[in-house]
């Protein structure tokens, strides 16, 4: 075995320079080798810190691996391999480089065992991510990428301190079990929890993701959002808080995603409610649910990736990703319809699919450790899901009424990537011992008894029943061009609508106060330059023999009188 | 350009494949009272608790959102900057003034 103590995250960093180096085919070749040299090398890796160092007294360890790093660690170099191929069309530089940054960064925040390599990584991730953003060029997605800087930087900000408020509770920035105590956890839990979308918190997410490039969106999909779930399964597991969250997240997206037109954005707000059954295995915390929390992760990178995959090639062929600008395409795009129809039916759990086999872990979770409202609420969104994605998306892309839009399957490299996605997900979904043989905790778990099956093909099929009965009866909300608010409301319309006129009014009254100045200062001008000015009373000039006259004048009265004192 | 017919394009496919729904919806109602089921909450053994939740929440779901559609939503161009535009349009032309002058 060799170079054992190399980070998984350095052959991606070095890649990046190397293609910033190369051309062509060169770098395509380059593009791929990395994370496929980069995944078996880390299948050699054994568990154990292989690299530690001290900065200022404080042990770091910069490069650890563990049971639960490995199934991260495995999975992102899956879906970066996957999401290089789909984007090796694209001729763009400034993406391919922050891209393979972005999925190393991802990398080294996942095999981070302090809190300061986690928050160094946790920033990189936020730098190299907004580039995918800003590549596609447009004033709305610069705006877009803008608002995700700063709300990724506060992320970042509140993380170093609670780094800082730990080091000085713990004496150690050794990134374990954290916990609710003190005011480091919250700081902590606060910083993961915004890059892990929580309520109130998410609307960067819904807000940039749509704005990014086809295949940005790609790569987005998989590294930020998983990496804050690690974290939050590394350092708040068991934390009943979370339950809650989570299945606050479970539902509300999805309301949302009903009724949204941008079918990107639509994947967005699914992928938060995705997020909000990982915190609930994670808040739980018992093995059965950190490996449900762990195996919905890596289930949900490969379908999220696909679907995300399938609109992007909608995207790229026919420019719009518009429910109401789409339809029929499955007459000009078959494979990318039945990849996508794969990634739907991945996402709604059916049974031999991928999403089956990790969310059935979670939801069987939940219940033994009696959290009943909680378990409704998450089969409420598991039966929702077929909605909002598993029908809405293919059907309002490829099905429903025909747009016209006539088109070109997509290309050769995207369609070869969502074919190793979509059989990726058949393949958990039909064989999960795959996927359960890498999970953190060793269970024996079986998600195929006669009881899960049958109560999870009649939740979803009397769902489809529903969007059946809703469409045909005319009640299904239809597709309108519109936007809908959501939290990013509060600092694109709210927060601006409060400071604009405050800002105008300080600038009114500054303008009235110093035209009231200005004023007085113009009288006082007035009446100086009026009497001293050069036709003023004292300042005119008269002939030295005036005064002279005036002089004589005084000096023969002085005289007169001294006369008529003296007698 | 295409002129096939599509699947879809027949009426009668649509038909087919809506009816396919019910059959299988009213077969894995049936299997409820063939199949015995483990269940670990109370609720899961009421007949058909499942399908009726999956239908009923659906349903609500859908209904719920389209009722949120009358105030969440706002015109496509919602967000966009109107203002600015019109400043850098005014300063163009003040600029042009300016130059006239």
Not at chain 1, 161 to 187: C, D, H, K, P, T
Not at chain 1, 411 to 430: D, E, K, Q, R
Request: with cysteine; charged share 10%.
């Amino acid at each position: 075995m060799w170079a054992i103590e190399l980070p998984p995250f350095v052959p991606f960093f070095i890649g990046a320079l190397l293609i910033l180096v190369s051309r062509g085919f060169l770098r395509a070749a380059i593009m791929l080798a990395v994370p496929v040299l980069g995944c078996i090398h880390l299948w050699m890796v054994p568990e154990g810190i292989h690299w530690q160092t001290e900065f200022l007294g404080y042990q770091l360890l910069p490069y650890r691996v563990d049971r639960l790093s490995l199934v991260f660690g495995y999975i992102f170099h899956i879906a970066a391999f996957i999401s290089v191929i789909y984007s090796l069309h694209v001729k763009d530089t400034l993406q391919q480089v922050m891209s393979m940054l972005y999925a190393g960064s991802a990398l080294g925040a996942v095999f981070a065992g302090d809190l300061l390599t986690l928050f160094i990584f946790w920033e990189l991730l936020t730098l190299s991510s907004v580039f995918l953003i800003w590549a596609s060029r447009t004033e709305k997605a610069y705006q877009a990428g803008l608002r995700y800087l700063v709300i990724q930087v506060l992320s970042g900000v509140i993380l170093l301190a609670g780094a800082i408020f730990y080091a000085q509770q713990q004496g150690s920035l050794q990134f374990e079990f954290i916990g609710l105590e003190g005011v480091a956890g919250w700081l902590i839990l606060i910083a993961f929890g915004i890059k892990c979308a929580f309520p109130f918190m998410h609307s960067w997410l819904i807000d940039g993701y749509p704005e990014a490039t086809p295949t940005g969106t790609v790569f987005l999909s998989v590294f930020t959002t998983k990496v804050a779930v690690y974290a939050l399964a590394r350092g708040f597991p068991g934390t009943e808080f979370l339950v809650y969250i989570g299945a606050t997240m479970t539902c509300f997206p999805i309301f949302f995603a009903i009724i949204e037109n941008d079918l990107r954005r639509v994947l967005s707000y699914s992928l938060v409610s995705q997020l909000g059954f990982m915190v609930v295995g994670v808040g739980i915390g018992t093995s059965l649910a950190i490996n449900g929390a762990a195996a919905h992760a890596v289930t949900h990178i490969l379908y999220k990736a696909l679907l995300f995959m399938t609109m992007g090639a909608v995207l790229y062929r026919t420019g719009s990703a518009k429910g109401s600008e789409l339809g029929g395409l499955y007459k000009s795009m078959p494979w990318t319809t039945g990849f996508c129809i794969v990634g739907a039916a991945s996402i709604s759990a059916f049974p031999l699919f991928s999403g089956f086999v990790s969310k059935s872990m979670i939801l069987i979770a939940v219940l033994s450790e009696g959290y009943d409202w909680v378990w409704v609420m998450l089969i409420f969104a598991s039966a929702g899901v077929l909605h909002y994605t598993g029908i809405k998306i293919p059907y309002f892309a490829f099905f429903a009424h025909d747009s016209g839009i006539r088109t070109t399957e997509a290309p050769t490299n995207m369609l070869i990537a969502m074919g190793i996605s979509a059989f990726l997900c058949v393949m958990l979904g039909v064989y999960p011992q795959v996927l359960y043989r890498l999970l953190p905790y060793d269970i024996g778990y079986n998600p195929y008894d006669a009881t899960h099956v049958l109560a999870q093909m009649q939740l979803l099929f009397f769902s489809a029943l529903a969007f059946a009965w809703l469409n045909l009866r005319g009640m299904y909300p239809p597709k309108l061009k519109s936007v809908n608010l959501d939290v990013d409301w509060f600092y694109r319309r709210l927060l601006p609508g409060i400071i604009k006129p405050c800002y105008a009014m300080i600038l009114k009254t500054d303008a009235s106060v110093r035209s009231y100045f200005m004023k007085w200062f113009r009288q006082f001008l007035f009446y100086i330059s009026h009497h001293h000015g050069p036709e003023g009373l004292l300042s005119r000039t008269r002939p030295t023999g005036n005064t002279v006259m005036w002089i004589t004048i005084l000096l023969s009265c002085y005289m007169a009188f001294s006369f008529i004192y003296s007698k | 350009m295409d002129n096939n017919k599509h699947i879809f394009d027949n009426p009668k496919n649509i038909k087919r494949v809506i009816h396919l729904l019910y059959i299988c919806c009213a077969v894995l109602f049936a299997l409820d009272f063939v199949i015995h089921r483990h269940t670990v909450h109370p609720w899961e053994n009421l007949w058909g608790f499942y399908a009726i939740f999956g239908f009923v929440g659906c349903v609500a779901l859908v209904l719920i959102a389209k009722w949120m559609r009358t105030f969440l939503m706002r015109p496509e161009d919602y967000y966009d900057p109107e203002e600015p535009l019109a400043d850098k349009k005014t300063v163009n032309e003040k600029g042009v003034d300016n130059v006239g002058h």
